[in-house]
């Protein structure tokens, strides 16, 4: 792991430079959306449904309203018709978010019922408790596996649906020999993989301070958000207003993990009430909130067949893939098959996929939200192993796309190269001392010992060009004083963008890290970006900063040139000074050319334009940008409490040249570690009834200090050619193998016992009941 | 609802205020003294980021009513670098990547730097289970374990 350094003039790309953002941040000086307090400021609250489905029968808010210290309360009937479209430009017109207030039923457990506004928080919970509903419940629909069978139990029968199928596709083989193949294979293997509900659960909850000025009609907005141009373009729309008099900032925002990528309904209800009232509301919810409403993640169900012929070469897989995406599902479009082959050279696919409305919280984005596809594929291939009694390290050898394979097309059309599957495999496994782990797995077993190695090998597409993901802009600036700002359309909420893009544009105009300073996360000064997400800042936003200051860079050394009387073809610019090649002593600081550009701009020649700032919009010359890993986890189960431990995590990575490589080693952790919470102690449950059972952090269990192993990162590094820096995405990629390589060390723990591990979550119980059923306990 | 006065010494400032029982430690330190930086992640008791000393005892602030803390001695995030220079923990949190988003940090720097003061040369695992109160979702802990270990032995070899 490479040790933090401070400043060394030049480069600094490649260099664990001290982040920008720690200062502030350690000192409690941090802005996050909670600290931020406005004069006449009101508070809200929210009154949920705690029916999962059922119709609304009688709402009685006068108790609530005659409350001192209430200001405003409000039911569907009050801002019904005050509002425009409520659509995302990254999800488009047909994803509309739901009504701010639930209208005349309720669709899951914690459903916005009321909004309460009152002098402080206090005051308006109580007024909650004042608000009085009656709800006639009808059956919920909890079982996503079951529900779009269910013809009886609508969930969205008020629409006058008749079917709980957001999304069906029936099986598509997109290769024609398909059947044949199967029908020939040697082996023909089958499972299903079932993933548990777990949750983003950011340390910072939602929140939103919305601000309206009547007179100058403008809407202020600070919200704890991943994107805060989208932001002001949905409340554009969604207020009927113009975007130049909305203003969005985000300047510290504590955790999305894609939770905050899109505008919630609470939001929505919150920035009626303070255009309403003319006053500044803020909403910072609760945690039991946040784990009830905020958007739910994972909880998919996929049939995996695999062909595999006699040398045990895969020669096609399949999926039969189903999504729960809730009631009202802030992002569902999480379904990709074409990614089910991940990094093998598996020549054919088929799937069907169906994403399925039930009476639970939604489904959002969560970090990787296609990584079903991987975990589904990952812990197939370990069952296929343990079925046909070979070594699954072996199977995928056989079976891995390595660099001299590329480049590749993949039967769903994805083209390979410049990622290294079977490198970083073989790199893990030397890291990991492969046959000595196996040698003391033996002798574990020969003590009763529970020790299992889990792999999962996955490719990551980074900087995907949907629509409005596909470019970023930058503007950059030599500011009067020669210092450089460069202002990004991004909303970091932990990514160190403020440090990695300071990296680029000091390395790219050739001055000192300590003279940029990023600006982002604020509408008024900065290009449209469309938020924070998607593993594509290093890629997309890197790209617009670096060809930014290349622009800025070109009127540098124009000023230069002039005021130097040299060529500029002589000139270089290096430690925050322009000189002449070879004649260090002949040079201009960046403040004089600055002054040179503004100052004296009368002086110089019409050639020569004023002012040294450049705005850039970037788009990859191609998407997505692969990035790839290899994942491997070793856990012991003590028999006696039948926890899993992690014991060793070992990932080999390769995203390129990385821009910082401590930020990019803390990317991976945060995931990984997100990962092996999903699988052995994070699990939302709701019972048949669709009430929630795991809504506080006594019952949601997130990983702590005591449950986790160090992380051992090693990097393979292959450049991209779809942008200049060579960059690849990686923010994701942590999350998406741990899952499966949790699992299926679990599995090869016990897999002798002839227990198959398919399912996650797997806590004590879920593990002890493995051991029951398997008369080994 | 009735309030209260109440008395205590903020980072070494009196402060008086008049609140109601049920105002949190956390609340009055955030709405009344304007300090910030305790940071509420769940407000009952599990995530640690309200950590603050009272009487150079690290406490959840959302456990605690502010009128419990009457005559306290009450040390914040804001008042472990009060002439602007980091404190070990701090500085090693800096050097170590101990912080992404930077939410649970507040609450982590209070109870390391607790941790530290009760116990200057923790072990790795007196280390994790000192900081298993308190939770963070960006790190993975591996940047923050890394630096308690660093603050121990910078603090240590100063004191040597
Ligand atoms: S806010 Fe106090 S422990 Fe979470
Ligand atoms: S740094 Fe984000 S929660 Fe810890």
């Given at each position: 792991m490479s040790a933090i350094t401070t400043r060394k003039a030049?480069?600094?790309?490649g260099q664990s430079v001290a982040?920008?953002?720690?200062r502030r941040l350690l000192t409690g000086h941090g802005l996050y959306v909670d600290d931020v307090s406005l004069p006449g400021m009101l508070h809200a609250a929210f009154l949920r449904s705690?029916?999962?489905?059922?119709?609304?029968?009688r709402l009685d808010v006068d108790a609530a309203r005659a409350?001192?210290?209430?200001?405003a309360v409000y039911t569907w009937s009050d801002l019904h018709g005050t509002f425009g479209e409520a659509w995302h430009t990254m999800l488009g017109e047909e994803l509309q978010v739901p009504?701010?207030?639930?209208?005349?039923?309720?669709?899951?457990?914690?459903?916005?019922i009321a909004l309460v506004v009152a002098e402080s928080r206090y005051l308006a919970e109580d007024a909650i408790e004042l608000i009085e509903v009656d709800i006639d419940a009808g059956r919920a629909v909890v079982d996503f596996n079951t529900a779009a069978a269910d013809?009886?139990?609508?969930?969205h029968q008020a629409w006058g649906?008749?079917?709980?199928?957001?999304v069906e596709v029936p099986f598509t083989p997109l290769s024609p020999d398909l059947d044949e193949v199967f029908a020939n294979a040697a082996h023909v293997v089958e499972c299903t993989v079932e993933q548990n509900r777990y949750l983003?659960?950011?340390?910072?909850a939602r929140g939103i301070l919305a601000s309206w000025t009547p007179g100058r009609d403008e809407m202020d907005i600070v919200a704890s958000c991943q994107g805060v141009h989208e932001t002001r373009i949905f409340f554009s729309r969604y207020l009927q207003i113009?975007?130049?008099?909305i203003r969005v900032s985000a300047?510290?925002?504590?955790?999305?993990?894609?939770?905050?990528?899109f505008v919630f309904r609470e939001e929505c209800a919150v920035v009626l009430a303070s255009r309403m009232l003319g006053r500044p509301v803020k909403w910072v919810e609760d945690r039991r909130e946040n784990l009830l409403a905020a958007s739910h993640s994972r909880n998919e169900t996929g049939r995996v067949r695999l062909a595999i012929d006699?040398?045990?070469?895969?020669?096609a897989i399949t999926v039969d893939h189903v999504a729960d995406v809730g009631a009202?599902?802030?992002?569902?479009?999480?379904?990709?098959?074409?990614?089910?082959?991940?990094?093998?050279?598996?020549p054919r696919l088929g799937f069907s996929m169906a994403m399925v409305w039930t009476n639970t919280m939604g489904k959002g984005a969560y970090?990787?939200?296609?990584?079903f596809e991987t975990t589904a594929r990952e812990m197939a291939i370990d069952h296929a192993a343990r079925t046909l009694g070979i070594d699954a390290v072996e199977l995928r050898r056989r079976n891995l796309l390595a660099a001299?394979?590329?480049p590749f097309t993949s039967p769903g059309g994805n083209l390979f190269k410049e990622i290294t599957p079977l490198e970083t495999l073989e790199h893990a496994l030397t890291m990991l001392d492969y046959d000595a782990f196996r040698r003391e797995q033996v002798q574990a077993r020969a003590e009763g010992r529970l020790l299992g190695l889990g792999v999962c090998a996955y490719v990551e597409p980074t900087s995907m060009g949907v629509q409005s993901l596909a470019s970023e802009g930058a503007t950059v600036r030599v500011e009067t004083s020669g210092k450089v700002m460069a202002f990004l359309g991004t909303t970091s909420h932990g990514q160190s963008i403020e440090t990695t893009m300071a990296q680029v544009v000091a390395d790219t105009l050739g001055?000192?890290?300590?003279d940029v300073t990023v600006v982002q996360?604020?509408?008024?000064s900065t290009p449209y970006g469309?938020?924070?997400?998607?593993?594509r800042t290093a890629v997309i936003a890197g790209g617009a900063a670096r060809e930014a200051t290349l622009a800025v860079r070109d009127k540098v050394l124009a000023v230069a040139a002039h005021a130097m009387e040299a060529a500029v073809d002589d000139l270089d610019i290096d430690g925050g000074s322009v000189f002449v090649r070879g004649t260090p002593v002949k040079s201009m600081t960046m403040a004089e050319v600055a002054k040179a550009a503004y100052?004296?701009?009368?002086?110089?020649?019409?050639e020569v334009g004023s002012g040294l700032e450049a705005t850039v919009r970037f788009r990859p010359n191609?998407?997505?940008?692969w990035s790839n890993a290899t994942h491997l986890c070793v856990v012991e189960i003590?028999?006696?409490?039948c926890i899993a431990r992690v014991v060793r995590y070992i990932v080999s990575e390769d995203?390129?040249?990385?821009?910082n490589p401590t930020v990019v080693d803390g990317q991976i952790s945060g995931g990984v570690v997100q990962g092996i919470g999903g699988v052995l102690l994070e699990d939302f449950v709701y019972d048949?009834?669709?009430?929630?059972?795991?809504?506080?952090f006594v019952d949601y269990l997130l990983p702590t200090t005591t449950e986790i192993p160090v992380v051992e990162i090693g990097h393979v590094v292959t450049e991209s050619s779809t942008n200049p820096g060579g960059f690849k995405g990686m923010g994701e990629g942590g999350a998406i193998g741990a899952h499966a390589a949790v699992a299926n060390a679990v599995g090869d723990a016990l897999a002798h016992l002839g227990i198959n591990v398919l399912?996650?979550?797997?806590?004590p119980n879920d593990i002890h009941r493995l051991l029951v059923e398997a008369g080994a306990d | 609802m009735s309030t209260h006065l109440v008395s205590m010494t903020v980072n070494g400032i009196e402060r008086h205020a008049r609140v109601?029982?049920?105002?949190?430690l956390a609340d009055f330190l955030r709405?009344?003294?304007?300090?910030?930086?305790?940071?509420?992640?769940?407000?009952?008791?599990?995530?640690?980021?309200?950590t603050v000393m009272i009487d150079g005892r690290a406490t959840?602030?959302?456990?605690?009513?502010?009128?419990?803390?009457?005559?306290g001695r009450v040390t914040t995030v804001?008042?472990?670098a009060p002439d602007g220079e980091l404190n070990p923990v701090q500085a090693a949190f800096e050097a170590e990547h101990g912080?992404?988003?930077?939410?649970c940090t507040p609450g982590f720097v209070v109870s390391a730097t607790a941790l530290l003061e009760r116990n200057p040369s923790p072990t790795d695992d007196e280390i994790r289970e000192g900081l298993s109160g308190n939770l963070c979702r960006?790190?993975?802990?591996q940047g923050i374990l890394r630096a308690v270990h660093r603050a121990a032995q910078s603090m240590g070899a100063r004191q040597s």
């Open positions: 030049g480069r600094f790309i982040r920008k953002e720690d705690d029916v999962a489905r059922g119709t609304i029968t409350l001192d210290g209430v200001v009504p701010p207030l639930a209208i005349g039923d309720v669709r899951h457990v914690g459903e916005p013809t009886t139990n609508i969930v649906l008749t079917s709980n199928a957001m983003c659960v950011p340390m910072e113009p975007e130049s008099s300047r510290d925002v504590g955790g999305g993990f894609g939770q905050k990528m006699a040398d045990l070469t895969i020669s009202y599902p802030p992002c569902p479009a999480i379904i990709d098959p074409m990614l089910l082959p991940g990094p093998y050279k598996i970090r990787g939200p296609w990584m001299s394979d590329l001055v000192e890290y300590d996360a604020e509408t008024q469309p938020g924070t997400g998607g593993s100052r004296n701009a009368h002086l110089l020649p019409p191609t998407f997505p940008t003590d028999r006696a409490s995203c390129g040249p990385m821009i048949g009834d669709g009430n929630p059972l795991t809504t506080t399912k996650t979550p797997l806590g | 109601e029982p049920r105002k949190t709405d009344d003294c304007r300090l910030t930086g305790t940071h509420l992640g769940c407000e009952h008791g599990v995530c640690g980021a309200c959840r602030s959302c456990l605690v009513f502010a009128v419990q803390t009457e005559g804001e008042g472990l912080l992404q988003c930077g939410f960006c790190t993975g802990y």
